[in-house]
């Protein structure tokens, strides 16, 4: 009932054009990805190598309660297997607020596993470590800490709905894993391979300057706009 009122919708996931257009098909829907809003020469670690000293690196709002849920969930289920392949994996959390107390408890009580809270600067870490976990499984919207990744050619090991909205292909951009089982095996296969970390790392930086960058974003933008005001005559310009 209401779309019908504006000139134009924008969309920040392909996900969301589709159902407005099989919802108001008279409304004129234009996809424009919402990128990483972060620093991108900062965050890029350029073509020097980088020492990866840490394994596996988490980044959330702990007061979210799908990032309490999928640490858990990882901890639980995940982890276990992780370790039992290559015992003294570690993995950091990053992220501002409380952990919940069910969550806390079981950092608490793993060795291997450290609770970094809110950090002034992320970047040291998103360069430091060799995968990151994105192990969502309820919520919505697009979660801007994989493309931040991706900038930081830093290979990511998520569940399908961790990464809905993003274009991405499932084995180059990074590697899916929705059962306990196949996330693990996805992220022992990162951390043992050296070489397929930076296959993926890098083909993910490459989707990241296509789709996501700031002058890709900035140029879709301007095209949403200008075609909105190009077509609604009506409206003095």
């Known amino acids: 009932k209401v779309l019908p009122w504006f000139d134009a919708l924008y969309c920040i996931s392909p996900i969301e054009k589709q159902v407005i257009e099989k919802m108001a098909p008279s409304v004129r829907v234009y996809y424009v990805p919402s990128g990483a809003s972060v620093d991108d020469e900062r965050y890029d670690p350029g073509s020097q190598k980088r020492e990866r000293p840490r394994d596996l690196l988490f980044i959330g709002s702990m007061n979210w309660f799908p990032n309490a849920h999928a640490l858990i ?65 309820i919520g919505a919207g697009v979660r801007l800490k994989n493309p931040t990744a991706w900038i930081a050619r830093l290979p990511i090991v998520a569940t399908s709905l961790s990464v809905e909205g993003l274009e991405y292909t499932d084995g180059e951009d990074l590697l899916i894993g929705d059962t306990p089982e196949r996330f693990a095996e996805q992220t022992i296969c990162l951390l043992r391979d050296a070489g397929l970390r930076e296959q993926i790392a890098e083909r993910a930086y490459q989707s990241y300057q296509e789709r996501y960058s700031e002058k890709q974003i900035g140029d879709r933008w301007k095209h949403a706009y200008y075609s909105t005001v190009e077509n609604n005559p009506e409206q003095e310009r």
């Open 73 to 137: 969930w990882f901890l639980d289920k995940v982890f276990p297997l992780i370790q039992k392949e290559l015992p003294g994996t570690r993995l950091d959390i990053i992220g501002s607020g409380e952990p919940q107390p069910e969550m806390l408890r079981r950092i608490q009580k793993n060795r291997y596993v450290t609770f970094l809270g809110e950090i002034e600067d992320e970047v040291p870490s998103l360069h430091q470590s060799k995968v990151l976990i994105s192990p969502i499984w």
